[in-house]
């Protein structure tokens, strides 16, 4: 059996092509692109929601990237219209409580 089921992760053929928004994006944007799809099939979905938050710190680990590339990277994914961001506090299920710290909540567009 050459494909083994779970193994692989579905990304828009945009990705691959010399038009539309990914035209323009450096390898490090593609690359996160990859990551947050990933993380957004990992993560989304437990609770019927559309996003995912990660920290930034945790985010530049999970694509091996140093975080200022990073940042640099996901801000071409914001510009181009293809991940949507925001801030939020994240709510510990056991105790009910915010958290201190601030998460960025994506939301895959394209």
Same mark, same amino acid.
């Given at each position: +059996?050459?494909? *083994? ?9 945009? %990705? ?9 994006? #450096?390898y490090?944007? *593609? ?6 799809? =990933?993380?957004?099939h /990992?993560? #989304?979905? &437990?609770?019927? =929601?559309?996003?995912? !938050?990660? #920290?930034?710190?945790? %985010?530049?680990?999970?694509a091996? +990237? /140093?975080?200022? &590339? +990073?940042k640099?990277?996901? *801000? ?8 949507? &961001? !925001?801030? +939020? @506090? !994240?709510i510990?299920? =056991? &105790?009910?409580?915010r958290?201190? /710290? @601030?998460?960025?909540a994506?939301?895959?567009? =394209?």
């Amino acid at each position: +059996m050459k494909r *083994k089921q779970g193994n692989y992760l579905q990304l828009s053929r945009l %990705l691959f092509r010399d038009d539309g928004n990914f035209k323009d994006l #450096s390898y490090q944007a *593609k690359w996160l692109y990859v990551v947050l799809n =990933e993380l957004e099939h /990992k993560f #989304s979905g &437990t609770q019927k =929601e559309d996003y995912f !938050w990660r #920290s930034n710190e945790d %985010l530049a680990i999970d694509a091996g +990237m /140093k975080l200022s &590339t +990073m940042k640099a990277a996901k *801000k071409e994914l914001i510009d181009n219209d293809i991940v949507q &961001t !925001w801030q +939020m @506090h !994240w709510i510990d299920k =056991e &105790t009910k409580k915010r958290s201190e /710290k @601030h998460v960025t909540a994506y939301r895959i567009r =394209e």
